[in-house]
């Protein structure tokens, strides 16, 4: 078997989480984070929706971490998202953000938003 080092060139992986909070490298983010192409940010959750929009033109699909179980985002964030052409993908939050360190490591135009476990 072949290992190979995972490269994310100036993006920035999720390096850890834990009950209330989430790692980006060494900076840590109490609550919920947002990770888009312009960086970290804390995530006040569904109804901080701006950044997550105004990042259209640069992801194809959000990662969204509903916290420690899988659940369905309110229908006016879904729609928010979905209708600037951003595809949705809701999942737990642990599996949020391996998935999208995975999609980064493969150079994929993708986000997270994630809610604390």
Known sequence: MQLNEIRYGAARPVTGYGPGFFRIGETLIEGGMR??????????????????????????????????????????????????????????SPAACRTYNVLLGEGRRVGLAVLPV
Do not use: C, N
């Open 35 to 92: 990770v888009l192409p312009a960086g970290a940010a804390a995530w006040d959750g569904y109804d901080d929706v701006a950044a997550l929009i105004q990042a259209a033109d640069r992801i194809d699909v959000l990662l969204l971490g509903t916290g420690a179980e899988t659940a369905h985002p309110p229908s006016e964030f879904r729609d928010a998202i979905e209708g600037v052409g951003i595809g949705l993908e809701p999942m737990a």
